[in-house]
């Protein structure tokens, strides 16, 4: 399948205005390689993705922006036991093909280490704030919401050149051959949040805790206190490209999670399903 050939310099509109040289030179040197992006391909190796995560303290990677609610998620990433259940909700909810994925579970593995030889990172769209994947796309079908941050898709407004792929640094995004578009996560804003319900597929699915949904404006919210406490790191993927994420990582043992939350405890933690 030929797709067109799209000239950056002569497009005017939000897709293509901001984004940067480097950018520009990096699609139209890599001609948009389209045929090397096939349904559910990897444009990124997992190593590259997980090798560059960096700890930082919560409030030095938190600003303020016009959301509200700003959806975020705080990943606690020692209390993955890599059950998959989130990846099966998120496919059920959001009707994902087999060969297709809106989340995934990284496995690192370490050498020489006896306490702890395998890590496991959960991963989904991080609903960049500057987010490369939006100032690629030349028609506006990838754009982020103006009231809730999250980075979402019109499908009807994509043709396919997969740009928006090639642009994301996080490998979150796949093609899908029954939509005929890219389908990513989009914190199941279609099929729950936009119907009333407050937590993702992932979120609730999860029997842990070690994903917790929320919205990073309100003082009082989980997702709040996790990010802005002092007594634990929290750190975000790919640090040096700058895209701001709102997907935050801590380690997150219960012990320390407690603490920080005074005793409360997780909606979805249930120690018998561990």
Known sequence: MKFPKINFDNMKNEGTSSVTPQERRKFLKLGLAVAGVYAGGKILSLTSIVGTAHASGGSSIVKKYPYNPHYSMVIRQ???????????????????????????????????????QVEFIPVLCNHCNDAP???????????????????????????????????????????????????????????????????????????????????????????????????????????????KPNIFYMKGNMRSVDNILNGQKFKYFDPDKV
């Not at 998959?84 to 093909?97: A, F, G, M």
């Not at 019109?154 to 389908?183: H, Q």
Request: include cysteine; glycine fraction near 6%.
């Open 133 to 243: 994947c939006v100032r690629a796309c030349p028609t506006r079908a990838t754009f982020k919401d103006p009231i809730t941050g999250i980075v979402r898709m019109e499908s009807k407004k994509c043709i396919g050149c997969k740009t928006c792929i090639l642009a994301c640094p996080y490998d979150a995004r796949y093609f899908s051959a029954e939509r005929r578009a890219v389908d990513k996560c989009d914190f199941c804003w279609e099929e729950r949040l936009s119907k009333g319900e407050t937590q993702t597929g992932c979120s609730s699915a999860c029997p842990t805790g070690a994903r917790t949904f929320g919205n990073l404006t309100d003082p009082e919210n989980i997702v709040y206190k996790l990010v802005h406490q002092l007594e634990e790191q929290v750190w975000v993927l790919r640090p040096a490209d700058d895209t």
């Open 78 to 116: 020692s209390l993955c036991i890599d059950c998959e259940k989130c990846v099966e909700s998120c496919n059920k909810t959001n009707h994902v093909p087999e060969y297709g994925y809106r989340t995934r579970i990284l496995t690192k593995k370490y050498s020489g280490t006896l306490d702890k």
